[in-house]
């Protein structure tokens, strides 16, 4: 089968024997690339590894399912309540620890599998994993309706949060760099001009400028929801202690549970066709990946979610 592997820090088409074991194989119709993908390329950290945690296809029987990335020991305390990733058995990360969907195929647990809803297309499928991370944040956040809101970073994560926050019936505001995700910020209603006395700022970057900024925005007692991920740290100073703000992190999604975020994320797209009119705006084959990997690294160029498409596998 055909699959992109990371070797010498570059993405690479190979190919790879059909994956055998126990499990459910799906044939892969849509992967997207993270921006979590591309530190993994570029740090190193995924050698050998066939990239992707956000993507969907189709079991053999026809069943549409998005794929939960996370394989756990499911008996433990925390896989009973749902949230796999802390499993006390140690979790794998599809795409991380074990090879991932930017494949033609893949065998998973039946417990990962998630069925599509009809209104989802399947094309449009590997949404569901980024939408539910913006959902469980803000899940750990508790928002509700008394809260002004401020979300920074207008990547695939800020404006999935921005759309989360809108499908609840939530507004909200937005710092964004560029010019099309300002467009979206406004499809959604919301204003890019940032202000002051926020009670939630959603932090969708996780560098030491945005942690500071959020901080300076921030009303006191204020909080942080930390979405964005620390791959080089950051610094907390004395406004931080002085304003008694509050930092929550948040990471990947409840699973396998009756409040699942899979299953929520899904149902909005469904919903909502609109939403990935507005977020995929490149698509590629397999055999484009570099120029994939190049398009989703330079988000001047009109970037937000880009995705492999596949042809459906029988």
Known sequence: MKAIQISNKTPHLVDLPEPKGDGVKVNIRVASICSSDLHL????WAEDRVLGHEFAGFTGDGTAVAVEPIVSCGACDFCSDGFHNHCLEQAQLLGVGLDGGMAESIIVP????????????????????????ALHGLNRAKVNAKDKILVIGAGAIGLMSLIALHSKGYRCDLVARY????????????????????????????????????????????????????????NLDLQFSAKELTIISATTYRCGSSKRDFREAAS????????????????????????????????????VKVVFDLPTRQ
């Open 179 to 234: 010019d099309h995700q300002r467009k979206i910020a406004d499809y959604y209603q919301s204003s890019t001009e940032a202000s002051d006395g926020y009670s939630l700022v959603v932090d969708a970057v996780g560098s030491p400028e945005s942690v500071q900024q959020a901080c300076q925005r921030l009303r006191p007692m204020g909080r942080i929801l930390m979405l964005g991920s620390f791959w080089d740290g950051a």
């Open 268 to 303: 909005i797209l469904s919903d909502n066709p609109s939403i990935a009119k507005n977020m995929i705006t490149h698509r590629f084959p397999l055999e484009g990946c570099n120029e994939a990997f190049n398009t989703a690294s330079d988000r001047s160029q009109g970037s």
């Open 41 to 44: 390329m570029s740090n190193g």
């Open 110 to 133: 039946q417990s990962t599998l998630v069925p599509i809803p009809s209104g989802l297309a399947i094309e449009n499928a590997s949404l569901v994993e980024p939408l539910a991370v």
